[in-house]
Nanobody, 118 residues
């Protein structure tokens, strides 16, 4: 059973930084290494938009709006993935949800709120 834990949201001024963490602490290491992990952003009345993705092979991809500002990285030994968000803008605000894709089955966390004041 996949267990998604998120942390790291908060309130920050425009131009500031936050780091989000997503973990599945209960899974064995070899299984975690096979996960595709992604961060999505949801705002009221909108669908979830993909922000960044990390594949098992080490590949990453980003939404155009965050390229050069956000970095997704994974620490397989600690069974975590991070989203480092720099130079935050008001339009980056929303609920950030971690998604774990385990062999085609998708699991979601509860989400963590990011608020950016102008």
């Amino acid at each position: 059973q996949v267990h998604v834990e998120e942390s790291g949201g908060g309130l920050v001024q425009a131009g500031g930084s936050l780091r989000l963490t997503c973990a599945d602490p209960r899974v064995i290491l070899s299984v975690f290494s096979s996960y595709t992990m992604a961060w999505y952003r949801q705002t009221p009345g909108n669908l979830r938009d993909l922000v960044a993705i990390s594949t098992p092979g080490g590949g990453t991809n980003y939404a155009d709006s965050v390229k050069g500002r956000f970095t997704i990285s994974r620490d397989n030994a600690r069974k975590r993935v991070y989203l480092q968000m720099n130079n935050l803008k008001p339009e980056d605000a929303g609920t950030y949800c971690c998604n774990i894709d385990s062999r085609g089955s998708k699991y979601w966390g509860q989400g963590t709120q990011v608020t950016v004041s102008s």
